[in-house]
Nanobody, 121 residues
């Protein structure tokens, strides 16, 4: 079992930045692929970014490439999502996810409770 707890969400103006954190506990963190998904009101959940167990391989959704950066610190059992140049359409609940398989291969097994990000002036 892996438990995931997100933090760092909030209200930010368009063009601003936020850094989300996801703290993991449970089984060996450094064996899991980690990533982020989001769900806006009235929309389906969508993939944001993911990285493999070492952080050496990263994946991004097209609309986030160049604005969002995923990273992880295995010593701290934490994965991060740095979000820059935020847009109103980035408003959503952001979920941390984990799986032993690559996150882009299917629905992750483990999920956090989500953190709200609101981009508005």
């Amino acid at each position: 079992q892996v438990q995931l707890v997100e933090s760092g969400g909030g209200l930010v103006q368009p063009g601003g930045s936020l850094r989300l954190s996801c703290a993991a506990s449970g089984r060996a963190f450094n064996t899991y692929d980690m990533g982020w998904f989001r769900q806006a009101p009235g929309k389906e959940r969508e993939f944001v970014a993911a990285c493999n167990w070492s952080g050496g391989t990263k994946y991004y959704a097209d609309s986030m490439t160049g604005r969002f950066t995923i990273s992880r610190d295995n010593a701290k059992n934490t994965v991060y999502l740095q979000m820059n140049r935020l847009r109103p359409e980035d408003t959503a609940v952001y979920y941390c996810a984990a799986d032993l398989r690559p996150l882009v291969a299917g629905t992750p097994e483990y999920w956090g409770q989500g953190t709200q990000v609101t981009v508005s002036s």
